[in-house]
């Protein structure tokens, strides 16, 4: 059974750092390119990064979280991280990752998503 | 950027009504497509990819058409598990998800 957990998620103060976890399990983890999506209290999901299969291909953020945030993934460990600097209150979201099905396509498998408060 | 515009933002529906949500493209993305469906506190759910390619598992009252910028999700014979909000998604280039059809109860 395919298996996404994030972890690390919290309460940080504006300006202040977060990592991201997401263990996955059940599936080949270094044959299936990744991502991060997040969604603020009550609005829609928004796109945060995606990274390949073995990060040597493709490293893509989207531009309001460019210079801030970092995907990266350890295929040893099957895990993915999102490393998140200079967290504003706007960061405030739940955050998912998410398997492509194929390569840069689409989200067949989601995480629970980990809460991330950025509040002073 | 690619944008995506989808209608309605709510929908108000009863059992076993056919149901139309319309999902269009700031610029053409093919059928680079996918349709998800979420329920409160819970992650998306994959539905339909490639416009129109049912996911396994997906019942087949989910249906998926269009290509280039309009698209459509249907809904033929809504059950009490379908009201949810659902959200369009292109991937023809990096990823961007319309706002979102919540779907109620009439």
């Known amino acids: 059974e395919v298996q996404l957990v994030e972890s690390g998620g919290g309460l940080v103060k504006p300006g202040g750092s977060l990592r991201l976890s997401c263990v996955a399990s059940?599936?080949?983890?270094?044959?299936?390119?990744m991502n991060w999506v997040r969604q603020a209290p009550g609005k829609g999901l928004e796109w945060v990064a995606s990274i390949s299969s073995s990060s040597s291909s493709y490293i893509y953020h989207a531009d309001s979280v460019k210079g801030r945030f970092t995907i990266s993934r350890d295929n040893a460990k099957n895990s993915l991280y999102l490393q998140m600097n200079s967290l504003r209150p706007e960061d405030t979201a739940v955050y998912y990752c998410?398997?492509?099905?194929?390569?840069?396509?689409?989200?067949?498998?989601w995480g629970q998503g980990a809460l991330v408060t950025v509040s002073s | 950027d690619i944008q995506m515009t989808q209608s309605p933002s709510t929908l108000s529906a009863s059992v076993g009504d056919r149901v139309t949500i319309t999902c269009r493209a700031s610029q053409s993305i093919s059928s680079w497509l996918a349709w998800y469906q979420q329920k409160p506190g819970k992650a998306p759910n994959l539905l339909i990819y490639k416009a129109s390619t049912l996911e396994s598992g997906v019942p087949s009252r989910f249906s998926g058409s269009g290509s280039g910028t309009e698209f459509t999700l249907t809904i033929n014979g809504l059950q009490p598990d379908d009201f949810a909000t659902y959200y369009c998604?292109?991937?023809?280039?990096?990823?961007?998800f319309g706002q979102g059809t919540k779907v109620e109860i009439k």
């Open positions: 059940g599936f080949t983890f270094n044959s299936y390119s």
């Open positions: 998410a398997r492509d099905k194929y390569t840069s396509s689409f989200g067949d498998y």
């Open positions: 998604q292109q991937y023809n280039t990096y990823w961007t």
